[in-house]
């Protein structure tokens, strides 16, 4: 009776540490919004996937400094964190509403509030290098997800030529680029509308193109600028220029 007694007793122990320490974990690292890659990965529009998902894509919490940075795929905003007595955690944004976080499981959760929905953030499997500018963790694994693998030219220059697209932003095998970027969010998205966009360039000299994803085949044109000089850019999709498939 005494050793059942005993039993008890340090599995009660135990389960109570377990709850206490539970209740300490600080939501402390880089966080990246999985849901909205998983949905980008299925090969569709990209910026209707992170729209589905967002506006949040990533965050960068340090609690012991008590600062939290989010990003939405343009632009950084930048606050102080605390905890509440209640056990969530606020992110106070300078002028404007806060934003409430909280962890559930292996999940960093933002609550749902008048700038956006409940969203859900994951630990990167491989988060960018220390140091490194926010929202860099989110990107590497866009990259990877959505346009990761070889893909094969079937259709413009070089035909026959295989393409990696790679998760630090270099492309090797697409003629006259060695480095892309996607469009995500902000002063390119409003320019090209309903379209999704990248940035192609080599030796840093570039130019915005439209592109549309279908599955497991890619589509390049040439951005056409449809607005007038004095008004900011239409870019609308122009020339097919590469045809690219997924191997």
């Given amino acids: 009776m005494r050793m059942r007694v005993a039993f008890a007793l ?13 209740s300490n974990k600080t939501p402390d690292g880089v966080w990246i919004n999985q849901a909205a890659i998983d ?13 589905a998902y967002g506006p949040t894509l990533e965050w960068n919490i340090n609690t012991a400094a008590g600062q939290a940075t989010s990003y939405n795929g343009f632009e950084l905003t930048e606050g102080k964190i605390a905890k509440d007595p209640n056990g969530a955690w606020k992110v106070n944004v300078y002028g404007s509403a806060s934003d409430e976080l909280k962890l559930k499981s292996d999940e960093l959760v933002q609550n749902a509030s008048d700038s956006g929905p409940e969203q859900h953030f994951r630990m990167p499997k491989e988060p960018a290098q220390a140091g490194a500018q926010p929202g860099s963790s989110f990107e590497r694994a ?9 893909w094969t030219i079937t259709s413009g220059d070089g035909q026959g030529s295989v393409v990696e697209f790679e998760p630090d932003g270099s492309v090797t095998g697409l003629p006259g ?29 570039g130019n915005p193109w439209v592109f549309v994803r279908q599955g497991k085949q890619l589509e390049i044109f040439q951005a056409v600028n449809h607005a007038q000089p004095t008004e900011m850019p239409d870019l609308r999709p122009g020339e097919r220029r590469w045809v690219l498939e997924k191997n």
Wanted: with cysteine.
């Fill in 142 to 150: 866009l990259y990877t997800a959505y346009l990761g693998g070889k």
């Fill in 10 to 22: 340090s599995l009660l122990a135990a389960l109570l540490s377990g709850c206490a320490s539970h």
């Fill in 177 to 205: 680029n060695d480095r892309y970027a996607l469009c995500l969010a902000g002063d390119c998205a409003a320019m090209s509308g309903e379209y999704d966009s990248m940035w192609l360039e080599k030796n840093e000299r």
């Fill in 39 to 51: 949905a980008a990965a299925e090969g569709g529009n990209l910026r209707q996937s992170l729209l």
